[in-house]
């Protein structure tokens, strides 16, 4: 029998698990706005005179595809595209896709369109004092906060995410490969991509759930969202660290690779073989390592305290919803194996780019 006290804490728990991921958010974005000078001059040494012109072809035709598939013009065709192919074969499926697709975009042009004017920060390319300028209403080249290509595009893949669950990888690449291209053709700081793709993803999410469910929808998507940011805090963190190797960070950073290493080992046998090791062990406590061992390879304690407000939030959904609902059940290996790649090309990354990024 379930005490009062008990449905109290129950009730309680959507909260602190929204509070979590929520500060953790704020606390990713804080530390992520002092890379966006640094990171916009580098951005800037790849460019000709022309700052839209990147000396390599690769990232260039990434910056010129990601551009034209992140328009509005675009968008537009994608919603056109599901509604016609909806109403002509009958599908009431991707009817709605069209609608929900079409109504995000909307939302999220509009949302932005706001914001980008009521706050008004200087595109990266009038950027001249070394730092973010911010001129309320000021105009063409003062709307860089947030990033409309961003945000629209990461309503409209949220969107496509959950009606077409099959193809949400591919869409979610795309949205990227759009955010991507804002960083590299220097229309964009960092952060503004990373408010952009938050509040589209938020936006999406609201959308394509009924109105009931919006607190339910948001802290998913909340959950969906902070774990990548939190790894894209620790690249950033370490790539922008001084390329010293002190003993300390030395230390920290091989105990951190350890970890993941027993962790991703440990991951691998609860899927295949959980037998072999102790009940006491699950997938999240084998996830909670991993990000461990991410935090020492970090070597920071900001990045440890986001990290740690993450595991938490899962953990406490996993006391909310339960572990099946959390983590499912066993995903298909392909999955798994983007996971551990994933997890593997990001501690690698942290070693080698230690100190690559001049922060001066």
Same mark, same amino acid.
């Given at each position: 029998?379930?005490?009062? @006290? ?7 728990? $959507? ?12 606390? #990713?974005?804080? @530390? ?17 005179? &022309? ?29 056109? %595209? ?45 950027? &001249? ?23 629209? #595009? ?16 591919? %869409? ?20 503004? *991509? ?11 999410? *609201?959308?394509? &759930? ?7 929808? =948001? ?8 774990? $990548?940011? +939190? ?19 030395? *230390? ?15 991951? =691998? ?29 970090? %070597?920071?304690?900001?990045?440890? +305290?986001?990290?740690?407000? =993450? ?18 059940? &066993? $995903? ?18 942290? *070693? ?9």
């Amino acid at each position: 029998m379930v005490t009062p @006290r008990e449905q109290g804490a129950g009730r309680l728990l $959507p909260y602190l698990l929204l509070a979590c991921c929520g500060l953790a958010l704020l606390l #990713t974005f804080v @530390r992520l706005i002092e890379f966006d000078a640094p990171l916009t001059r580098f951005i800037r040494s790849l460019n000709d005179f &022309h700052i839209d012109h990147l000396h390599n072809p690769w990232l260039a035709q990434l910056s010129d595809v990601g551009n034209e598939v992140g328009r509005g013009e675009s968008l537009l065709l994608v919603n056109g %595209v599901l509604l016609a192919a909806g109403y002509i074969l009958g599908r009431a499926s991707l009817k709605r896709a069209g609608w929900e697709t079409l109504i995000a975009h909307l939302v999220a042009g509009g949302v932005n369109t706001a914001l980008k004017h009521l706050i008004g920060r200087a595109r990266p390319k009038f950027m &001249h004092t070394g730092k973010s300028e911010f001129f309320p209403f000021g105009g063409a080249g003062w709307d860089s906060f947030p990033s409309g290509h961003s945000m629209a #595009t990461f309503a409209v893949a949220a969107v496509l995410a959950v009606r077409f669950p099959k193809v949400r990888w591919l %869409v979610i690449l795309w949205a990227l490969t759009v955010s991507v291209s804002r960083l590299f053709r220097a229309s964009h700081f960092l952060t503004d *991509i990373v408010a952009g793709a938050v509040f589209g993803v938020l936006i999406g999410a *609201i959308v394509a &759930h009924p109105w009931e469910d919006r607190f339910a929808s =948001v802290t998913s998507a909340l959950m969906t969202v902070t774990p $990548p940011l +939190a790894v894209v805090l620790a690249l950033m963190t370490t790539i922008g660290q001084s390329p010293s190797q002190g003993r300390t960070v030395t *230390i920290l950073s091989q105990s951190g690779l350890l970890i993941v290493l027993v962790a991703m080992t440990a991951y =691998v046998l609860l899927r295949v073989r959980p037998d072999m090791l102790p009940t006491s062990l699950t997938t999240m406590g084998a996830v909670a390592l991993i990000g461990l061992g991410v935090a020492l390879c970090s %070597v920071s304690l900001w990045v440890a +305290a986001v990290i740690l407000l =993450v595991c938490l939030a899962y953990w406490l959904n996993t006391q909310y919803n339960g572990q099946a609902t959390t983590i499912g059940s &066993h $995903p298909p290996w392909p999955y798994e194996a983007a996971f551990g790649l994933a997890v593997l090309l990001t501690i690698f990354t942290m *070693i080698e780019l230690r100190g690559a990024l001049p922060m001066g």
